[in-house]
């Protein structure tokens, strides 16, 4: 049974920082290109940074310089880290595995997904 399970999210002020885990079982861990996706209210959901089984990452203009991703294989766990958190950057955030790293698509596997929210 393949599982992937968000944590971290929460409440933080603008300007704080979140560190978001994943953390997958079920599943070849290295095999597969991991992602973070948000999704606002009434918007649709889009891609915050991906990585490639061999490292490459893809990170979206509006958190380029503020979110970065990464993957530790042998701990089967995908983090985002969030620094300058801004109030536009409130969302459900979720969790993404893939074969293939197309991150104009919506598609893979999926966490439940972790509330993220920025405000004062």
Same mark, same amino acid.
């Given at each position: 049974?393949?599982? *992937?399970? #968000?944590?971290?999210?929460?409440?933080?002020? =603008?300007?704080?920082? *979140?560190?978001?885990?994943?953390? +997958?079982?079920?599943?070849? %861990?290295?095999?597969?290109?991991?992602?973070? %996706?948000?999704? +606002?209210?009434?918007?649709?959901?889009? *891609?915050?940074?991906?990585?490639?089984?061999?490292?490459?990452?893809?990170?979206?203009?509006?958190?380029?310089?503020? %979110? +970065?991703?990464?993957?530790?294989?042998?701990?089967?766990?995908?983090?985002?880290?969030?620094?300058? *958190?801004?109030? #536009?950057?409130?969302?459900?955030?979720?969790?993404? +595995?893939?074969?293939?790293?197309?991150?104009?698509?919506?598609?893979?596997?999926?966490? =439940?997904?972790?509330?993220?929210?920025?405000?004062?």
């Amino acid at each position: 049974q393949v599982q *992937l399970v #968000e944590s971290g999210g929460g409440l933080v002020q =603008p300007g704080g920082s *979140l560190t978001l885990s994943c953390t +997958a079982s079920g599943i070849l %861990f290295s095999a597969y290109a991991w992602a973070w %996706f948000r999704q +606002a209210p009434g918007q649709g959901r889009d *891609l915050v940074a991906g990585i490639t089984y061999d490292g490459k990452t893809t990170v979206a203009d509006s958190v380029k310089g503020r %979110f +970065a991703i990464s993957r530790d294989n042998k701990k089967d766990t995908v983090t985002l880290q969030m620094d300058s *958190l801004k109030v #536009e950057d409130t969302a459900v955030y979720y969790c993404n +595995a893939r074969f293939v790293p197309d991150w104009d698509k919506v598609n893979g596997l999926w966490g =439940p997904g972790t509330q993220v929210a920025v405000s004062s």
